[in-house]
Structure formats: C-alpha cells, structure tokens
C-alpha cells in the first residue's frame, strides 16, 4: 500500500503526535491509566498504550506483564484473572489497572487510538491476543486506531479486517526491518536516525518514532518522521514542531 493511501485511511490527528501511554507525568497521573487517557482525550491527542491478556482472558492495559514497577506490589498479569487485578491492585495514582473495554467506554469512539500488543512468549498467546483486541475494537472507527507489535504474529490478524499496522522496532534488532514491507508502515525507536541510512524512509512509508522525552530530541529527530509518540513534553511545543517539519 502506498504512503498516501495509508495516510488517507487514518484520521490526520495522528500526524500531529501521540501521547505515550497516555497523557501522563512523574508525580500524580500514572502512564496507561485511565487519569492519563482522559487527559489526552480532553485534548482530542492521539494516546498509545499497551495490552496484555490476563489468565482468564480479558484484554488489560498495563506496559510489563509484571505488576510490581506502576503497583508496588508483585505479579504478572498473564497468571492472573480480571477480579484478582481488579480486587488486589492498585496503580500508584490509586486506579485500578484498566481494561481495554473501559479505555474504549470513556474513549466513546472519539479520540484515536495506538494500540500496542504485547503477547506473552511463556503463554503462546499472541493470535489470541489479537483475536480478543479485534473482538473490543470491530464497532469503533477505523481511521481512529493504529495497531503496532514487535511481534509480526499479533499484527497479521488484523489486515483482513482494514486496521492500519506499524511495525515496532528498536534500533538494536534492526535486522528486524527485513520484514517491512509486510505492514503498511513503521513505528522506529528514534536513535534509528542518528543513522543517514535510515533518515530518507519517511518518503515511502508512514513512519512513526518512539519515545520522544526532551524537547533537544524532538527538534532533531521529527523531521525524519510523520509522528512522534512523547512523553513530559508541552502537547503545543510537539505540534508546533511537527507541524512545521
């Protein structure tokens, strides 16, 4: 699929950046919380954030299988069910870890949305994975969701259904990029263009990057790219700058 029409199938506020596991901050609103998804949804701001499967099966929004570093307290998602995460932990803004019916509940079909499948390679659970988001997302808006994976496994699923897939990579497995052309477009860590060789692939494809923290990082590296995914930045600055790249 050509640039321009993965481009034309997504709502333009992608391009204007998204917000890394939400619109969250380092004292009071904790990333992949509902706090910081409203946040940004206040803002019509694009959000990312990451899904796990728990043990019975329910779709959770938490970045490490492990709950201990946003709870404080030991566990892995994927050996535990939707009641055991719900009754016995916490995030440490006080929430509940959500789910993703919940982010779409609040979302009410308004805001886009970067959802990034993270299987469990101890479960094998990655087509199911995908199978459960398809299932949650299948009513909503296409142009409002981009599924992105490091895992090739949970975003083949979805390109019968239309979804617009970016293919996550670090620049330490860039071998990975081999495959690139199987998914409409890119989501690359941004140290990829410090690389000469890599700063021209924003002419073909959509290309994303990852994980934009300081404003020195966000001046130099946009220019290389069709969207940013940040964090602790002011949303304004990160438009101004992508707007004008």
Same mark, same amino acid.
């Given at each position: 699929? @050509?640039?321009?029409?993965?481009?034309?199938?997504?709502?333009?506020?992608?391009? !204007?950046?998204?917000?890394?596991?939400?619109?969250?901050?380092?004292?009071?609103?904790?990333?992949?919380?509902?706090? /910081?998804?409203?946040? %940004? $949804? +206040?803002?019509?701001?694009?959000?990312?954030?990451?899904?796990?499967?728990?043990?019975?099966?329910?779709? $959770?929004?938490?970045? *490490?299988?492990?709950?201990?570093?946003?709870?404080?307290?030991?566990?892995?998602?994927?050996?535990?069910?939707?009641?055991?995460?719900?009754?016995?932990?916490? =995030?440490?803004?006080?929430?509940?870890?959500?789910?993703?019916?919940?982010?779409?509940?609040?979302?009410?079909? !308004?805001?886009?949305?970067?959802?990034?499948? @993270?299987? /469990?390679?101890?479960?094998?659970? +990655?087509?199911?994975? %995908?199978?459960?988001?398809?299932?949650?997302?299948?009513?909503?808006?296409?142009?409002?969701?981009?599924? $992105? /994976?490091?895992?090739?496994?949970?975003?083949?699923?979805?390109?019968?259904?239309?979804?617009?897939?970016?293919?996550?990579? *670090?620049?330490?497995?860039?071998?990975?990029?081999?495959?690139?052309?199987?998914?409409?477009?890119?989501?690359?860590?941004?140290?990829?263009?410090?690389?000469?060789?890599?700063?021209? =692939?924003? !002419?073909?494809?959509? $290309?994303? +990057?990852?994980?934009? !923290?300081?404003?020195? *990082?966000?001046?130099?590296?946009? @220019?290389?790219?069709?969207?940013?995914?940040?964090?602790? =930045?002011?949303?304004?600055?990160? @438009?101004?700058?992508?707007?004008? /790249?």
């Amino acid at each position: 699929m @050509k640039k321009e029409e993965v481009k034309a199938r997504l709502n333009p506020k992608f391009f !204007e950046g998204v917000a890394h596991r939400g619109l969250h901050d380092k004292e009071t609103i904790t990333e992949n919380s509902l706090a /910081s998804f409203k946040k %940004a $949804i +206040s803002l019509n701001l694009p959000f990312e954030f990451d899904v796990h499967l728990s043990k019975d099966n329910e779709v $959770i929004v938490i970045h *490490d299988s492990e709950t201990k570093r946003v709870t404080d307290k030991e566990g892995e998602v994927e050996e535990l069910t939707l009641k055991e995460i719900k009754d016995n932990y916490r =995030l440490k803004n006080g929430e509940t870890i959500p789910t993703l019916k919940e982010v779409i509940e609040i979302n009410n079909n !308004e805001t886009p949305m970067v959802i990034e499948l @993270k299987p /469990s390679k101890k479960h094998k659970n +990655s087509r199911l994975l %995908a199978q459960k988001v398809i299932e949650l997302i299948k009513d909503l808006k296409k142009e409002n969701i981009i599924i $992105i /994976s490091f895992y090739p496994s949970c975003l083949f699923p979805f390109k019968k259904y239309g979804y617009i897939r970016l293919f996550l990579a *670090d620049y330490k497995h860039r071998y990975v990029l081999h495959i690139k052309n199987l998914f409409e477009g890119l989501d690359l860590e941004y140290t990829y263009f410090k690389n000469k060789k890599y700063q021209s =692939l924003k !002419e073909k494809r959509v $290309i994303f +990057s990852w994980t934009i !923290e300081n404003e020195e *990082d966000l001046l130099q590296y946009t @220019k290389f790219v069709d969207s940013v995914t940040f964090q602790y =930045l002011e949303v304004e600055k990160v @438009k101004e700058v992508i707007n004008n /790249s």
